[in-house]
C-alpha cells in the first residue's frame, strides 16, 4: 500500500539530483571553458513577429524587462531579444516634445561619461569623430551627391539614462575609496541603457534623399575648435540595455538603409550599381575598404566600405552557407529579417528608413544572478564558436561605428568561426588600467563607465597629480593598447 508513495518520492528525489547535477555541470564547464550546454539548433515554432501594441508609433511602450518580462524566465528564446532591440528603438525614438525620446529624455555624455553642456542653444553637441578601437575616422563618398568634390565626416554621440549614470557614479566612488575591490561582481541595474548615435551633415546627402532620414540641428565642433550650428543626418544606433538574467548587456545596433553594400561572399567581391553614402559604384574584392591606415590617416581603398556579413550572420566564403557557431541559423537571421518586414510594414513616419542589423547577448538561461557576474568574469565571452555562451549576431557591426573594426584579418581567406569579431571583442571584464593589477568586474563592458572610473581616480600627490585634460589623454592610450592587445589574441 505505502509502496507508491515511496517511489514516486524518490523519482522525485532522482529527478532534483539530476536537475542540480545539470545546473553544477553547466557552472563547471562555464567556468573551465568559456561554454554554455551546447549548439542551438531548435527551429522557432512560429515567426519572429512585432506586436500591434507597438503601433502607432507616437505611442510605442517601453518593452518589460524586470520582474514578469519575456526575460523572468528559466529558459528565452531567440525571438524575445529581437523583440526587445526594436521595441526599444522605437520607444527611444518616439516623438516628445518634438524630438525623439533620446534627444529629449537622455543625457548627452562624453567618452568619460561627462555631462556635454548644450551649445549655442543646442542639446546635441557634436565634437566626436573618432571610431572605437584604432579611431579611424569614417568620410562619406562625394560622388554620392553629384557635383560635390569632398566627403563629410561622420560624428558620434552618447547617450546615457539616469540608471546607468548613477550607478556608475555610486560604483567608481566605491571602487576608488577602496569600499569595493577593483575586481568584483557587481553588476549594472535592470533598465540601466547607453546609446552611442552616428549623425552626417545634410551636404553629404542629395536633396531629393534627405527626406528619408531624421535630421535635427547640432552644435557641430568645426577645425578650429568653435562650434556652428548645422543641420545634421541620424545615420545610426547602438542600443545597449540591461534586462533581468542579462548583466552583460544587449548590444542591438540599427542603421539607415542602404548607406553601403553587402560583400558577396560566394562570389568573393562586393559590387554597387549605384553610387551610395559610403561606396562609390563599382565591384572590389578583399578587405581593403574597411582596413584603416593609421599612417596616412585613412582606409587602403578610400569610399569603398561595405558591410562584411549582412545582420552580422557570417557565411562561408565560395557559398552560401552559414559559418558554424554558436547561434543555429537560419534561425537567427530569418527572425531578423521577420521581424524587420513587420516592423516596417507599420511604420508610418521617417523611421521606417531604418532598419535593424541585429544584436549580441549570452545563454545565461538556468543561471543565479551570482553565475551570470562569475560567467561574465570567468568565461571568453566573445568565441562564438558552438558550444560558447553568446548568441544573436556573430559578427555583429555598424558600418557607420566599425567600419574598420568588422574583422582583425588582412584576408577574407583567413577568417574563420574562431576570430570572428563582435561587440564582446573589445567589451569585455577586463580593465584597461593595469597599474592596479589586472582587475575583472561586468562593470568594465561599458567603456564610457571604465574611462569614468580611471578619469576619477584618486590622486597620488598633489606634486604629481595628472589635470583632467591629462588623465583624458591617458585613458585613450590605455584604451588603444587594450584594443592593440585584442587584436593580437583574435588573430
Not at 160 to 166: H, W
Not at 214 to 227: D, H, P
Not at 231 to 241: E, R
Amino acid at each position: 500500500m505505502k509502496r507508491k508513495p515511496i517511489i514516486i518520492s524518490l523519482l522525485v528525489l532522482f529527478l532534483i539530483a539530476v536537475a542540480v547535477i545539470f545546473f553544477l555541470n553547466k557552472e563547471k564547464i562555464i567556468n573551465k571553458f568559456g561554454t554554455s550546454s551546447g549548439y542551438a539548433s531548435a527551429a522557432p515554432s512560429a515567426p519572429c513577429e512585432c506586436e500591434d501594441s507597438w503601433f502607432p508609433h507616437e505611442q510605442t511602450p517601453a518593452p518589460k524587462e524586470g520582474d514578469g518580462s519575456p526575460f523572468d524566465v528559466p529558459s528565452t528564446t531567440n525571438c524575445i531579444f529581437h523583440q526587445w532591440s526594436w521595441q526599444k528603438f522605437l520607444w527611444l525614438t518616439k516623438p516628445v516634445n518634438g524630438q525623439p525620446l533620446f534627444l529629449d529624455s537622455l543625457d548627452v555624455v562624453s567618452p568619460e561619461m561627462a555631462p556635454v553642456a548644450p551649445q549655442l542653444g543646442l542639446k546635441l553637441v557634436l565634437s566626436s569623430i573618432n571610431q572605437a578601437g584604432p579611431e579611424g575616422i569614417l568620410v562619406s563618398n562625394p560622388k554620392f551627391v553629384p557635383g560635390k568634390k569632398a566627403g563629410d565626416t561622420v560624428y558620434y554621440s552618447i547617450h546615457m539614462n539616469k540608471i546607468l549614470f548613477d550607478k556608475a557614479v555610486h560604483a567608481a566612488s566605491d571602487i576608488n575609496s577602496g569600499k569595493t575591490p577593483y575586481s568584483n561582481l557587481e553588476t549594472f541595474p535592470v533598465g540601466s541603457l547607453e546609446l552611442k548615435v552616428s549623425w552626417i551633415s545634410t551636404d553629404a546627402i542629395p536633396q531629393n534623399k534627405i527626406a528619408d532620414y531624421f535630421v535635427t540641428k547640432a552644435a557641430v565642433k568645426n577645425g578650429k575648435g568653435q562650434y556652428v550650428a548645422k543641420s545634421m543626418a541620424l545615420l545610426g544606433m547602438h542600443v545597449v540595455g540591461v534586462v533581468k538574467n542579462h548583466p552583460e548587456f544587449i548590444w542591438a545596433t540599427f542603421e539607415h538603409k542602404g548607406m553601403a553594400p553587402v560583400y558577396d561572399w560566394k562570389n568573393n567581391s562586393v559590387t554597387s550599381v549605384d553610387e551610395t553614402l559610403f561606396y562609390e559604384k563599382g565591384t572590389t574584392s578583399g578587405l581593403k575598404g574597411i582596413t584603416y591606415n593609421d599612417s596616412i590617416q585613412q582606409p587602403l581603398t578610400p569610399t569603398k566600405a561595405f558591410v562584411l556579413y549582412e545582420y552580422g550572420v557570417p557565411k562561408v566564403l565560395g557559398s552560401n552557407d552559414f559559418m558554424k557557431t554558436s547561434q543555429s541559423e537560419p534561425v537567427n537571421i530569418d527572425n531578423i529579417e521577420t521581424i524587420n518586414k513587420c516592423v516596417q510594414s507599420k511604420l508610418k513616419d521617417v523611421f521606417k528608413n531604418y532598419f535593424y542589423n541585429g544584436s549580441i547577448w549570452l545563454d545565461t538561461d538556468g543561471m543565479s544572478a551570482e553565475q551570470q557576474a562569475k560567467m561574465i568574469v570567468k568565461s571568453k565571452i566573445s568565441s562564438v564558436l558552438p558550444d560558447s555562451l553568446a548568441r544573436g549576431s556573430s559578427n555583429l557591426a555598424n558600418i557607420t561605428m566599425e567600419t574598420y573594426t568588422q574583422t582583425f584579418k588582412g584576408d577574407v581567406h583567413e577568417i574563420n568561426a574562431g576570430n570572428l569579431v563582435n561587440c564582446f571583442t573589445c567589451h569585455q571584464s577586463q580593465n584597461f588600467d593595469k597599474s592596479r593589477g589586472i582587475g575583472k568586474s561586468p562593470l568594465y563592458l561599458s567603456h564610457v563607465f571604465e574611462s569614468y572610473l580611471y578619469t576619477t581616480k584618486p590622486k597620488a600627490t598633489a606634486k604629481n597629480a595628472n589635470t583632467k585634460t591629462d588623465r583624458i589623454k591617458e585613458t585613450k592610450t590605455l584604451k588603444l593598447k587594450q584594443f592593440k592587445e585584442f587584436v593580437r589574441d583574435n588573430k
